[in-house]
């Protein structure tokens, strides 16, 4: 029994040496900084785990079980964390719950709908890049070879493919750097079922986001959203001009519910009333809701739709009964 009891204790000592190291000791002498990123959200178990993976901790086991000792378990502060592999899990732990260690960065956050101008502007105003360097670092043809996505779409600029989400920035990223988050998160919201359900339904990605722009900026609801990318893609098999408001506000810049005659009468391949089919490209820059909706559409009988001032979508099934909805809707 005496044997036993020994034997109990002997263990119990050299767990916790075992423990101590290896929160104590560090992975590796490397002194090279690795930066660390905490989503918001994520759990003391993802962060212990994606930190064991980037080989920055000898155990996500143990440093869960000291972050819990410590009290600390809530306190991760979410962001990119400037770390390395020569620190060990207790001083790893006690940079991410410190704002210090982010002093480096800032936050920025893209609306969906803003076009490629509004972005540009709106990073110029807080002082983060300079307008011409973003719209240049948005060429297309820059960023062809890096994302597949990208192969084969004609557009000039990157308008329609810049993902709009909130990004944590370094202090000296560049306009390529902001660009380059933003394609890599579109490269990851548009998921490998995505991409095989569109190729089976024969349309390509810039006619995804293309039409994904008008309907971002037509109607708010991303169950009016899919209502209303069944109703374009029927009147595109259709050969039924698209009449999007949606693009003649594009050309105009008056974010009007309803264009006037002199609007409608422009002559632009933007115009959706006066030329059939998709415009030369997209509008805007769509959310994952828009992208979505063109892709798994809800099928319905309607050919027309109309947005009030308030948001709430009209269907019609005919025109006649599309314009006696605007006559009371709008007028």
Request: no cysteine; net charge positive; glycine share 4%.
């Amino acid at each position: 029994m005496k044997k036993l009891l020994f034997l109990v204790i002997i263990i119990i000592v050299a767990s916790f040496f075992y423990f101590f190291w290896l929160v104590s000791t560090p992975v590796s002498a490397q002194k090279t900084p690795v930066y660390f990123m905490v989503e918001p959200g994520q759990t003391l178990a993802e962060v212990a785990q994606n930190l064991e993976v980037a080989g920055l901790i000898k155990s996500s086991l143990a440093f869960k079980i000291y972050a819990k000792i410590r009290g600390w378990q809530s306190r991760l502060i979410a962001g990119n964390h400037l770390l390395a592999k020569n620190m060990a899990s207790r001083e790893i732990l006690r940079l991410l719950i410190s704002r210090d260690n982010l002093k480096n960065e800032r936050s920025i956050t893209v609306i969906e709908g803003w076009r490629l101008e509004e972005i540009a502007d709106y990073l110029a105003a807080n002082n983060i890049v300079a307008k011409k360097d973003f719209l240049a670092a948005a060429l297309t043809t820059d960023w062809q070879n890096q994302y597949g996505f990208l192969k084969g779409v004609e557009t000039k600029t990157l308008e329609g493919f810049l993902f709009p989400d909130t990004y944590r920035l370094f202090l000296n990223a560049t306009a390529k750097d902001i660009v380059k988050k933003m394609l890599d998160n579109f490269d990851h919201k548009l998921t490998d079922q995505m991409r095989s359900d569109l190729t089976q339904a024969g349309r390509n990605i810039l006619a995804v986001v293309n039409l994904a722009s008008i309907i971002e900026k037509e109607v708010p609801k991303n169950e009016d959203k899919k209502m209303v990318a069944d109703i374009f893609l029927k009147r595109l098999k259709a050969n039924i001009a698209l009449q999007s408001d949606a693009t003649i506000n594009y050309l105009t810049q008056k974010g009007q519910v309803q264009p006037t005659l002199a609007d409608l009468a422009i002559d632009s391949p933007y115009n959706t009333y006066k030329y059939r089919g998709l415009p030369p490209g997209p509008i805007a820059n769509p959310g994952l809701g828009s992208i979505e909706a063109v892709i798994y559409p809800t099928k319905n009988s309607y050919y027309y739709f109309l947005t009030t001032d308030n948001g709430t979508v009209i269907y019609s099934q005919t025109y006649e009964e599309h314009l006696a909805n605007k006559a009371k809707y709008l007028n």
